[in-house]
């Protein structure tokens, strides 16, 4: 008996017509005990947990055209990644946020596994165009939008005639370009401000990428992976993907809101679907960000959740080899809370420290962060570089925010707003340097009289 003979398939697709996504799935599986290397069946189950995904959250969180971008730039992402945020409250297990959380936690676990269906469905067929158009889509709503871009094109690729996929394939990569121009484009090492040594060591991690042959001519094994470790605010993550960029590797991040599940086995499921998704599409980095939160030391005890995740996670990097060409990156400002076992040959055993940035390299990001903007005569970048020792990159960033919100206060008056400057002035930054600090206070003053 072939698919399209059999009463459970059929009756899923009846079910799928009249919306119970619920039913269709469950019969949609009972087929699958005997069709187990159907590509089109695994496609359909993929498409049943999408739809009834996609009926679990409000209207108005819903894409409108599958092939055309959201009306709001970064609304897939807020889905995918802002609102894991409430996932933390339904894993704790606190009622009254778990009841206002059930079609979060829903639409989380339904994308997901339908992005396992229709990985299953391109396992079995990598030909099989329509499996790679629905995975773009739900990944989409994952917030991974990078990855959907891929899966996109790949099926544009593959059915170059078809208006659909070459519309979901060109919306995706536009919506992709305006952030990154929101973002601030991509970045290369000549715009990474970093002390000499540290970029040197990080362009050696480039070369070992894109040249692993090196490594065998010298008969040594490359290093699997790179742990990041500094201050908060220092640049970690754009590090990890001008590395990515400048090496010519795909880039794949996850958070620890992105892995964990409150379902048994879910979390671990999640790792393996990353590092499944690199290795396909290697040469790639795996970056994964707040490392300590994600793979803390392990306590012991087979119910302790997070020590499956970590215990996943080794089992990952233990099974790379070179051919597979996939590099993990982490990064952390807590490398105490690691679990050691990461950080020795094989894991992560290449340590590159980002230290906070010292007078030269503030000074370039005062010049960085205030080049779009208007400032006067009267503001002394040089001096401001010298009061404040220990900032962060992000901090000096936060800091010309401030004195920009201090200038639109100044200019909300209307009866001097006439008579003001339309400019960011040193009374601008005076405000910001007070209103504004980080953890680590700096010692309040003056800033111009060091000018």
Known sequence: MDLLSDSNFQTGLQRSLEGDHSGAILAFEIAANRFADSAEL????????????????????RLNDPGTELPTAGLASSVGGVLNAFLGLAVVGASKAVGQTDWIVQYRDDFRSSAAAFERSI???PDYAPAYYALAHSLRYLGQNETAAQQASKAAQLVPGNRHYQSRSQAIDAGRSAREVAGGAVL???????????????????LLLEQPGLSRELGIDPPTGLLLYGPPGTGKTTIARVLAH??????????????NSMWLGESEKQVARLFSQARANAPSIVFLDEIDALLPSRSGGINMYSDKVVNQFLHEMDGMTRN????????TNRKDMLDPALLRGGRLSREIEIPLPDFNAR????????RNARIDDDVDLNS???????????????????AGLQALIRLSNGAIAEHSSRRLTAADFDEALINFKPQDDPPPGNWRMFG
């Open 188 to 206: 290369t090492w000549n715009d990474v401000i970093l002390p000499e040594r540290t970029k040197r060591e990080l362009k050696q991690m480039q």
């Open 246 to 259: 400048e090496s010519k590797c795909r880039f794949f991040s996850t958070t620890p809101a992105e892995i």
């Open 324 to 331: 597979f060409r996939v590099f993990v990156v982490g990064a």
């Open 363 to 370: 000074r370039a990001l005062f010049v960085l962060a205030t």
């Open 42 to 61: 695994h496609y359909e189950i993929g498409l049943a947990y999408q739809r009834r995904a996609e009926t679990s959250m409000p209207a108005a969180l």
């Open 123 to 125: 396992a079995i067929d």
């Open 384 to 402: 401001l570089a010298q009061l404040t020792d220990r900032y962060s990159g992000a901090n000096i960033k936060a800091l010309v925010n401030e």
